[in-house]
């Protein structure tokens, strides 16, 4: 039996009990803090009648493994990750200029989580991770997400090879990031769907992954510099499709 999670870290607890109350089971808040946000969790808890409990620092400390918790925690539901809704996801979104990202072996979850955060942002309509070979959506994940896990649709698939094609398939273009090409990201249209794979931290997209985009890109940078963080380098791509998409 899967266990319930942790959410810890007072913009993601507030984000969480923003987006879904339903699902939080319990509270726990460090007896010495005292802030506005502090404040703001507890009207939302009494609201919506989720238990409070207050512990020592030594308590909430331990219960979220020494991780930066800000003196406050949740504990909610734990809900099956989408796993194999691929073919629904791109069915419900046919009728709209969408953008897909597609994250290829991510192994950092600080990366896997700024990069949810950066696609909430930029409006992505779902995210697409392989079931191995990649960061999972942890406690670790969810903090540096800052809640914006609960604001999109991620799907985990067995075979990204073939997730691609079936994306294609639908008409929506793949984009690949690479830094082995002279073709720049600026050149490339993005008005219609468009799904952009980003690749592993050290090695970049796989090579049978890499095949399959109908694109390959990069982004221009001064030989001073070989590489961009992967979720600094995924903000500037999602939002270059924002740009564009702006100017019409």
Known sequence: MKKNQKIYGIHSVNEFLKVTPHRVLNIWIQESKKSESINIIYEAAKYNEIPVALITKDQLDKMTDNKNHQGVAIEIKKEKQNSN???????????????????DSIQDPHNLGACIRTAVAAGVSAIILPKNRSATVNETVKKVACGAVENITIVTVVNLVRAIKEMKEMGIWVIGATRNTKESI???????????????????????????????????????????????????????????????
Request: charged content about 20%; glycine content about 4%; some cysteine.
């Open 85 to 103: 809704n691929l073919t629904q996801i791109l069915s419900d979104n046919k009728s709209i200029k969408s953008i897909y990202l597609i994250l």
């Open 186 to 248: 600026y050149d490339i249209d993005m008005q219609n769907s468009v799904a952009f794979v980003i690749g592993n931290e050290g090695k970049g997209i796989r090579p049978l992954v890499e095949k399959e985009c109908d694109y390959v890109a990069s982004l221009p940078m001064t030989p001073k510099i070989e590489s961009l963080n992967v979720s600094v380098a995924t903000g500037i791509i999602l939002f270059e499709a924002v740009r564009q998409r702006s100017q019409k």
